[in-house]
């Protein structure tokens, strides 16, 4: 692959040529190296299960592969392998996080009417089970409010006393708003400086829609959780995903799924008694055994990743996102929903066409072989994702269609 051709870096995919791919938002298609690791893990697993699973899991620590996966995942997060714990998807880490943080009944998580189905519904069965309430607030109508000063102004004012948890979506898959994650966790911070040490605010992320078609460090975010799958932006296999967030607060959970990537819980109940120390990120991955080949084919993607560089696969994304938006909005009979500005959306692009409803223009780009969609969200819309998968010529062929819509 010669990482600057464009067209080199599309051969790497096996996507059927017939088609214009773009909701690539939505599930990866794997690159090359990511599907020979997966394939040698698999043959291997068919061949000696037993022991290439215990060679690789459990007899040597250094030798156990998803240490290697946190340590690829650390790097391109500019965090530590120790703050990553390993999961399925977004959700799963969502839920880790909301099920493993117990609020008193009193409090409250803080969120959107913006959050996806499995976001909003991850909170909700938690605060079921252990208490708790939860209050969205609507943080913009239409792309016209959408701007830095007025969604932060909007959190920090809905803030109570008895908020305990902020929970927001990095990039919103309804409408392809992005969140500015920073100014966020400043007001948050800002509340927090009033507060006890056992009483502040904790800042949980669904980011998965930044995560790989971003270039920020997420350790720098300002978020305290930070959940997101690897099988959609980063390009690695189905089933994959993380969490990050800091030992003090990793220290705050209690894990759910009982894990077998730590020693000290398996150890202790071997030895009847508790686990000894405060909650790290592995104690909180979830057990028992998994698609190992999938997870550890993980390290593949990052290596991907980082051998195209994250800021020009973000400004590729970002470049295709932002010729689509431009197309689209000079369209009089499409209403454009996803801000204009690069800093307020990332590699989500919705609309609407005056007189078809979203399933219907869907319907019309399949039959030309577009592949978009239409957004599963109270208010449906027609979505578009434009990755590293695309050209500028793609973008063309969409817009020739949408124009045709008119
Ligand atoms: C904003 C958002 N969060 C979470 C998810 C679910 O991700 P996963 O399948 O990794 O759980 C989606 C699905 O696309 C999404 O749009």
Request: net charge neutral; proline share 5%.
């Amino acid at each position: 692959m010669d990482s600057h051709d464009w067209t080199s870096v599309r051969a790497q995919f096996n996507l059927s040529p017939d088609y214009v791919h773009i909701s690539n938002f939505f599930l990866a298609s794997m690159p090359l190296p990511v599907r020979e690791a997966l394939a040698r893990h698999r043959k291997a697993f068919d061949e000696n299960p037993y022991t290439y699973l215990e060679d690789h899991m459990f007899a040597k620590p250094q030798d156990m592969v998803w240490r290697k996966v946190c340590a690829a995942a650390a790097e391109y997060i500019g965090g530590k392998p120790e703050e990553v714990a390993l999961t399925t998807s977004t959700t799963q880490g969502l839920s880790m996080i909301y099920n493993g943080l117990h609020l008193r009944a009193d409090q409250e998580i803080l969120t959107t009417h913006h959050e996806w189905y499995t976001h909003d519904e991850a909170m909700r069965l938690a605060m079921l089970k252990l208490g708790g309430s939860i209050r969205r607030i609507e943080l913009y109508r239409d792309r016209s409010e959408v701007t830095v000063d007025a969604i932060v102004q909007r959190i920090g004012d809905a803030i109570r006393p008895n908020t305990r948890l902020v929970a927001m979506t990095w990039v919103h898959s309804g409408t392809g708003v992005r969140l500015p994650l920073k100014e966020i966790g400043e007001v948050i911070a800002q509340a927090n400086r009033r507060r006890k040490a056992d009483d502040q605010i904790l800042y949980v992320v669904d980011g998965v829609h930044g995560f790989g078609c971003v270039d920020e460090d997420v350790a720098s975010l300002g978020c305290d959780f930070f959940s997101a799958g690897t099988h959609k932006w980063i390009m690695a296999p189905h089933g994959t995903g993380l969490v990050w967030a800091k030992a003090e607060h990793w220290a705050q959970v209690i894990p759910t799924i009982p894990t077998i990537m730590a020693a000290e819980p398996s150890n202790a109940w071997r030895q009847q008694r508790d686990p000894q120390g405060p909650t790290e990120a592995s104690w909180v991955s979830p057990g028992g055994f998994l698609a190992f080949e999938n997870q550890w084919a993980t390290i593949e993607a990052f290596e991907f990743n980082r051998k195209l560089g994250r800021k020009r696969i973000a400004d590729r994304v970002s470049q295709l996102n932002g010729l689509l938006k431009e197309g689209l909005d000079a369209m009089p009979h499409v209403t454009l929903h996803t801000p204009l500005p690069a800093q307020l959306s990332a590699g989500i692009v919705c609309c609407e066409v005056k007189g078809h409803s979203p399933r219907e223009v869907v319907e019309v780009l399949k039959q030309h072989k577009i592949i978009a969609s239409a957004t599963p969200y109270r208010h449906s819309t027609v979505r578009f994702s434009a990755g590293i998968v695309n050209s500028p010529q793609d973008i063309e062929k969409t817009l020739a269609v949408m124009r045709s819509l008119g």
